[in-house]
């Protein structure tokens, strides 16, 4: 993997410069998280499209400050997909990362040719004691995580390790992140998206249980639903190979 910035985003790739023949996988994180996230991606797709994760504005390596509605995030990856000159890109992300996929796909479907969504929902409600625990003790945020949005069936020290690799954020913008979620709804628009969708659910995710992801895919025309089982939330983590293969399956059936 490389570590790369341009225009004052930062983003891990597996090869850079891009292929210009190969499709390009857009890695979205979560709130509260960076690129990081989706190491393991980045490295399973690196030999077989562009693989980029991308830092948000004002996560991981990009300065600055983050954002409060998801069509700004989303605004910021269509730039940054153009600054890269991404070959075919497809916009991959996880639960606020799948917000901002949605609103890539309600507002500039012409520009893709598929997406993939990872447990996220149409409308993401945030708890109040969410908000709370990031303004008290970022660390105890991070606890919360572990506990809630993991299946139990996959504790371990080395995937809290990588919990907390990827959710190294300042508590502002964590709030931010969660107040853009809160806001974020487009119940009503999804049946616009006129592309092949992936939608990915796991079977132990609390926060946004499988129903999320079978709205998704009742309401989008060209959508599939996938459950990763024995997982939480933050599946791409603790099943990597599972979600790695569902990705790269939905990938050969769809690209020509």
């Known amino acids: 993997m490389e570590n790369q910035e341009m225009g004052g985003i930062g983003f891990t790739c597996g090869h850079w410069p891009l292929d210009p023949e190969k499709p390009t996988l857009i890695f979205i994180h979560g709130a509260a998280s960076n690129n990081a996230f989706w190491n393991h991606q980045v490295t399973y797709f690196s030999e077989i499209v562009n693989a980029v994760a991308v830092d948000l504005p004002g996560h991981g390596a990009s300065p600055g400050p983050g954002r409060e509605k998801v069509s ?30 949605q609103q890539l796909l309600v507002s500039h479907h012409q520009r893709f040719t598929a997406g993939i969504l990872i447990n996220t929902g149409a409308r993401l409600k945030v708890l109040p004691s969410i908000f709370d625990t990031i303004e008290k003790n970022y660390g105890d945020f991070v606890n919360m995580l572990f506990s809630f949005a993991i299946s139990p069936k996959n504790s371990s020290g080395k995937l809290r390790t990588e919990i907390e690799a990827s959710t190294i954020c300042r508590p502002a913008v964590a709030s931010g ?21 992936l ?11 499988v129903k999320y ?41 769809t690209l020509p």
């Open 72 to 101: 700004e995030y989303a605004d910021a990856v269509l730039n940054f997909i153009d600054l890269i000159r991404a070959p075919r890109p497809i916009p991959c992300g996880l639960s606020m990362g799948g917000a901002i996929t």
């Open 177 to 197: 992140d969660f107040r853009a979620c809160n806001g974020f709804n487009v119940s009503d628009a999804l049946g616009s998206i006129e592309i092949p969708v």
């Open 199 to 209: 939608v990915m659910a796991a079977s132990d995710d609390n926060l946004t249980p």
């Open 213 to 253: 992801g079978a709205f998704l895919a009742n309401s989008i025309n060209h959508a599939e639903l996938i459950t990763i089982q024995d997982a939480g939330h933050f599946s791409p983590l603790e099943k990597p190979l599972e979600v790695n293969q569902a990705i790269n399956d939905f990938l050969i059936r």
